[in-house]
C-alpha cells in the first residue's frame, strides 16, 4: 500500500509487481483503509452488514424463527 500526502502535483503511481492488481483500499486489523486515510469505507462497509443482520433477523422474525 502506498501512503502519501495529497499535493496538487502530479503523483506517478508505481507499477504493480508481478501481475499483481492495484487496489484503492485494503483491510488491516479489521479496519479498511484508503490512500485518503479516512474511514468512510470502513464506516460504510459496518453499517452495510447491521443493515443485513437486521434485515436477516427481522425476515427470520415474521416467520416465527428466533
Known sequence: MVFRRHHHSKFDMPDSLDGNAQQC???LLGV???GKLSF??????VLTI???HVYLSKLLHS????
Open 63 to 66: 416467520h416465527g424463527l428466533p
Open 40 to 45: 468512510e469505507d470502513h464506516v460504510d462497509f
Open 50 to 52: 447491521c443493515s443485513q
Open 32 to 34: 479498511i483503509l484508503t
Open 25 to 27: 483500499a485494503a483491510e
